[in-house]
């Protein structure tokens, strides 16, 4: 940076998996704008390097490729039809919600756990609301009972999709990395506001690793939250990836019907289908 000049960089590999060293950079005097690929692995570098030979052919303008990546939902999707014979294949009972965001949104309100399948699966190792577990932010003691349920170690805290309209009011320092922060990336210190009221996803360090929100990005996840917020006044939710450890995100009906079941959960939210764990107990907890 110091030797080129170059302001505003755009990163991907292993390396940047590291949200808290991300956010090391992001705060180098010497940058400006700091976007962190969502598939912050090697896939990422491959699209660095498809870019590079884009923009060394002959006639080519590079800044026709520095377009905003509007969303990252590229992977399979599965029909209401193809989920219900799923449904019906494990035994489960379900009933079809029209307006399943809404159900989704007073489940969250109730204190349930809420896994979410719906639409296409997001592209890069970070569940991005199309693939994942939700509950809120407002218990502190939700890493160990809820990474228990899923058979992971403590060492895998939460994230909290937040509302943009609200994010400020949340995390210091946006300003030059927001881009990065719809996807997960980056962690940034919290303010003492989001400390108060979502201790459930603020690390030890005063950070969280958050998504904003929008409704471009992600129009029905954003629906649920902005419905949670105005119930609440609360504009955050946990967002975790639906998965038991060591096994990859949720990819089929089927994956996530055997994880739903293995780690306990209050309610699946597949498609416009709600299934409700048949153990659930008045209490909420499953």
């Known amino acids: 940076l110091r030797k080129t000049g170059i302001r505003s960089i755009a990163v991907a590999g292993g390396v940047f998996s590291n949200v808290k060293f991300n956010q090391r950079v992001h705060e180098l005097e010497e940058v400006d704008n700091f976007f962190v690929h969502p598939a912050m692995d090697d896939s990422g570098l491959a699209v660095g390097g498809a870019f ?12 026709r490729l520095l377009q905003r990546l ?16 799923c449904i019906e294949a494990f035994g489960f009972k379900a009933t079809y919600e029209s307006r399943i965001t809404d159900v989704v949104a007073h489940l969250l309100v109730e204190g349930y756990v809420v896994a979410r399948f719906t639409g296409r699966m997001e592209y890069g190792p970070r569940a991005l609301g199309h693939r ?13 009972w809820l990474n228990a349920h899923l058979l992971r170690t403590e060492f895998m805290p939460f994230a909290p999709a937040t509302l943009q309209e609200y994010a400020d009011e949340c995390f210091d ?15 940034f210190n919290c303010t003492k506001k989001m400390r108060a009221q979502s201790p459930g996803v603020v690390h ?25 917020y105005q119930l609440t006044g609360i504009p ?23 994880s739903f079941q293995q780690g306990k959960l209050d309610y699946l939210a597949i498609g416009n289908w709600l299934v409700v764990n048949p153990e659930l107990k008045k209490n909420g907890k499953s």
Do not use: W
């Open 52 to 63: 590079a030979a884009l923009a060394d052919e002959p006639g080519s303008d590079p800044r």
């Open 70 to 85: 509007k969303n990252v939902y590229f992977g399979t999707s599965y029909e209401d039809q193809e989920i219900r014979q």
């Open 132 to 144: 994942s577990i939700l509950y809120q932010t407002t218990d502190p003691s939700i890493n160990d």
């Open 173 to 187: 320092g946006l300003d030059g990395a927001r881009d990065s922060a719809r996807y997960m990336t980056i962690t």
């Open 204 to 228: 030890v360090d005063g950070t969280a690793r958050p998504q904003i929100l929008d409704p471009e990005t992600a129009p029905d996840f954003y629906k649920i939250t902005m419905a949670y």
């Open 236 to 258: 955050s939710l946990i967002n975790t990836s639906f998965n038991m450890h060591g096994e990859p995100i949720v990819c089929t009906p089927e994956d996530a019907l055997r």
